[in-house]
């Protein structure tokens, strides 16, 4: 080996030594770091919306000083991290966390939102299963009654009426699935159940005016007018007078259908 490649060897390994002393000093120094100033690290890192490196300070938080001034802080933290990412399940379960390990923090009133605003986001559209949904609506249900003069009360009862009116036009567009399918009384059925729970949500009108039109189809016109006098009830909208209009002429065409088959009737 000639003195140059020595000198070469010598050198890369000298580099290579220089690494790895400044690789285990800063592995000291991590150890070494106190809870106070891992938080300030994932602070810094969730600011700079680097959740993942902000979830590995706040977690070595809650490893060092479980029991610590910070820890409900950090606890919390780390549900708004995976909130950020999107992985709702994952932020739900650790405010959670905080609710059940430090019931006395201040930040147990906005967890309880946040853990109903995580199943409210993961919740899918209408025709889809609704399971996340119902489970938003029962945790905002739960917070209202733990915090009902909470700040965050009117956003909550802004989510549970969104919920219930999706919920509302699952069973709904069931019931008008049927009505399509010349099935009345099946659709009759399913509208009556939506109105049963969610009498209050804007599907409401619609479920009376699909039961009319079923109504019409059925031959029941003393249970169609009925219809229509519920509908008078609500404010009419475009779409409303729309429908009504529609049903006009379908109760017209099944009165002269009628009356062409009393004609042949007589006629035979």
């Not at 000291?28 to 993942?52: C, H, I, L, N, S």
């Not at 549900?79 to 959670?96: I, R, W």
């Not at 109105?195 to 804007?202: A, C, G, I, Q």
């Not at 008078?232 to 379908?250: C, F, G, H, W």
């Amino acid at each position: 080996m000639t003195f140059k490649k020595i000198a070469n060897s010598s050198l890369t390994f000298l580099i290579i030594l220089l690494v790895l002393v400044g690789s285990c000093a800063k592995k000291a120094d991590d150890v070494r770091m106190t809870a106070p100033e891992y938080f300030e690290r994932g602070e810094e890192a969730f600011q700079k919306k680097r959740y993942d490196k902000a979830i590995d300070n706040f977690n070595m938080v809650l490893l060092n000083s479980p029991g610590g001034e910070l820890a409900d802080d950090a606890q919390y933290y780390l549900g708004d991290c995976y909130f950020e990412k999107k992985e709702y399940l994952l932020a739900a379960s650790e405010y959670q966390q905080l609710i059940e390990r430090y019931s006395y923090s201040p930040l147990v009133e906005k967890a309880y939102f946040q853990v109903a605003l995580s199943y409210f986001e993961q919740s899918p559209k209408y025709p889809l299963d609704q399971q996340s949904t119902v489970r938003a609506l029962q945790y905002f249900q739960d917070f209202i009654d733990a915090f009902p003069a909470s700040e965050l009360r009117p956003e909550a009862d802004e989510k549970i009426t969104d919920i219930r009116n999706k919920l509302a036009r699952k069973v709904f567009e069931s019931g008008k699935l049927y009505r399509k399918m010349q099935y009345y009384d099946s659709a009759i059925l399913y509208l009556d159940k939506m109105l049963d729970e969610y009498y209050d949500t804007k599907w409401a009108v619609f479920a009376h005016l699909e039961k009319a039109y079923c109504y019409i189809r059925l031959r029941q016109f003393d249970q169609y007018r009925e219809m229509l006098k519920i509908v008078d009830r609500y404010a009419k909208t475009p779409e409303i007078e729309k429908y009504l209009r529609s049903l006009e002429r379908v109760y017209n065409r099944e009165k002269r259908k009628i009356a062409r088959e009393e004609k042949r009737r007589q006629q035979q």
